[in-house]
């Protein structure tokens, strides 16, 4: 159930409520889609789900134009029209994770794995969503991550109050060790 009373966009109310019921009725649909900079195109998905990620609502599934799993902000439909065709979803389909393993993963310079001794939700709760992906080991958790900047990452890892050791790259180990230094520097003088 949502309440839509409140948001200020009349017609994200309408595709968002569409979306949503196209995904629990498991119906084809055809929508009007304008990605940004892109030119409009005419698009056949199957939902698997909506969710919302940084602000923004996005409606995940199957694209029958791409032939894959695309996520679309529901802000960016211009028009939706309802099929007949239906569809199963795969099992155990999480959209939220979708996009969180969508923005993660985005190719960066570097490729990151970190191992965090601690739980998820520690991990969770110390670090930001988009960060990357956890995945479980014997060892605890293992962070994987793209990144441009690896003084930046290495600058988020150093405010876990967990330990962690860097897997890759071995660049990350030398950003840590500079951060390192700079901040016993910090406190020599102060």
């Not at 909506?50 to 802000?75: E, K, M, Q």
């Not at 060892?139 to 441009?148: F, I, M």
């Amino acid at each position: 159930r949502l309440d839509l009373a409140r948001s200020s966009a009349a017609a994200g109310q309408h595709a968002l409520l569409a979306l949503s019921e196209a995904a629990h009725a498991r119906t084809r649909v055809a929508l009007r889609y304008q990605a940004a900079g892109q030119p409009e195109t005419e698009r056949e998905v199957d939902v698997y789900g909506v969710a919302l990620r940084g602000g923004a609502w996005y409606a995940v599934g199957h694209c029958h134009l791409r032939h894959g799993l695309r996520s679309f902000r529901i802000d960016r439909v211009r028009a939706i029209m309802p099929g007949t065709a239906t569809f199963s979803p795969p099992a155990d389909f999480d959209a939220v994770r979708h996009l969180a393993l969508g923005v993660a993963t985005l190719p960066r310079m570097h490729a990151i794995q970190v191992l965090l001794k601690t739980d998820m939700a520690t991990a969770q709760e110390q670090l930001f969503a988009t960060i990357g992906v956890f995945q479980a080991s014997e060892r605890g958790l293992v962070l994987h991550s793209q990144a441009d900047d690896l003084h930046w990452f290495a600058r988020q890892l150093a405010r876990l109050s967990c330990g962690f050791e860097v897997i890759a790259p071995r660049a990350l180990k030398t950003q840590l060790a500079r951060h390192a230094r700079h901040l016993l520097a910090q406190a020599a003088r102060g």
